[in-house]
């Protein structure tokens, strides 16, 4: 029986010119690279320029991932912003993308849910396809979280950097199974009651400024273990596959102890995970995106492997996919 699926078509990223090493950080805050790689694994980030906008990052990513995938922008029907620093509070920063694309037909929105972004996104993207509402799409990751660090907060502002990753995505027929090419599943979850755990002091109708980011980093720690593991669980036995069935395991990109532990508690082999924070740090709803386009880029992402998507964001907001490349 042949079915309609979402097939990811190309990736593509953009990083900042700028490098931010944890060496640069120890000469603005009280901080060592000992202590930020032990805690995180991060080793430098990358920050955007003066006058250099998410939407700029964002534009950058997306025209690197229609050229992997050998389509056109003019054949793109949906652009899907996430991102939690747009341009501006309205209108959304996927509108500045779709025109600087030259896109003219079909409909564009920014998604937000912090670094679990991406993965609610393209869970979105996927199901607007198949319910016809669009053919093709560009799936964006794009963060300036530069913007609301708080540069004299050791404990968040060596965390995050800045970043934009995307995929092309299209409707294709293809069979009902497992093995056919295409988004197999998802499963996205929240908890508002934890807010306060990780979260930006501000906004539009509360302070009428942008805020800075604050987080509870052990409560953040404990939360994203449990969280991630069991919605991937949840995936793995709503689809009928297990951990060994994983090929590679792209995580968001926001700290390599939590990023170790939830694989070993879901049993996913170290050999398989993908792991970039080390040289952009944690790029929110970039991150899984980023990651993905050095994957493929080195080869080890290939047609037909099965990639398992997974984050964790502010909130709280969590969930998984799961992807037949």
Not at 163 to 185: F, H, N, P, S, T
Not at 254 to 263: D, F, P, Q, S
Not at 281 to 307: C, H, W
Request: with cysteine; proline share 2%; charged share 20%.
């Amino acid at each position: 029986m042949s079915v309609l699926r979402t097939v990811v078509r190309g990736v593509g990223s953009y990083l900042p010119r700028e490098t931010l090493t944890n060496a640069d950080l120890a000469k603005i805050v009280d901080t060592t690279d000992d202590w930020i790689v032990e805690r995180s694994g991060i080793h430098e980030r990358h920050r955007a320029a003066e006058g250099e906008f998410t939407s700029d990052l964002a534009v950058a990513a997306a025209r690197a991932a229609l050229e992997n995938a050998g389509i056109d922008a003019a054949d793109i029907d949906l652009v899907v912003v996430a991102t939690a620093t747009p341009d501006y509070t309205f209108p959304a920063t996927a509108g500045e993308v779709q025109s600087q694309l030259g896109i003219t037909r079909g409909f564009a929105y920014d998604l937000q849910a912090v670094c679990s972004g991406f993965v609610y996104a393209l869970a979105t993207a996927d199901a607007q396809i198949k319910a016809g509402l669009a053919t093709r799409a560009v799936v964006i990751g794009a963060e300036t979280f530069s913007r609301i660090l708080d540069w004299t907060d050791r404990t968040t502002c060596v965390l995050f950097g800045d970043g934009a990753g995307a995929v092309v995505i299209e409707a294709a027929e293809g069979g009902a199974g497992l093995a056919d090419r295409g988004i197999i599943a998802s499963h996205l979850r929240a908890d508002g009651r934890h807010r306060e755990k990780l979260f930006v002091d501000g906004g539009p109708s509360r302070t009428q400024t942008a805020g800075h980011l604050r987080m509870e980093g052990k409560e953040v720690f404990k939360h994203a273990v449990t969280n991630l593991a069991g919605v991937m669980d949840e995936l793995l036995v709503t689809t009928g596959l297990t951990a060994a069935d994983i090929d590679w395991f792209v995580p968001h990109q926001a700290n390599r102890r939590i990023i170790e532990a939830t694989g070993k508690r879901l049993g996913i082999d170290a050999g398989k995970i993908i792991m970039t924070l080390q040289v952009h740090g944690n790029t929110s709803a970039a991150s899984i995106p980023l990651a993905l386009d050095v994957g493929v880029k080195d080869g080890r992402i290939k047609p037909g492997d099965l990639v398992m998507i997974e984050a964790m964001g502010g909130g709280f907001t969590w969930g998984a996919s799961l992807i037949r490349w």
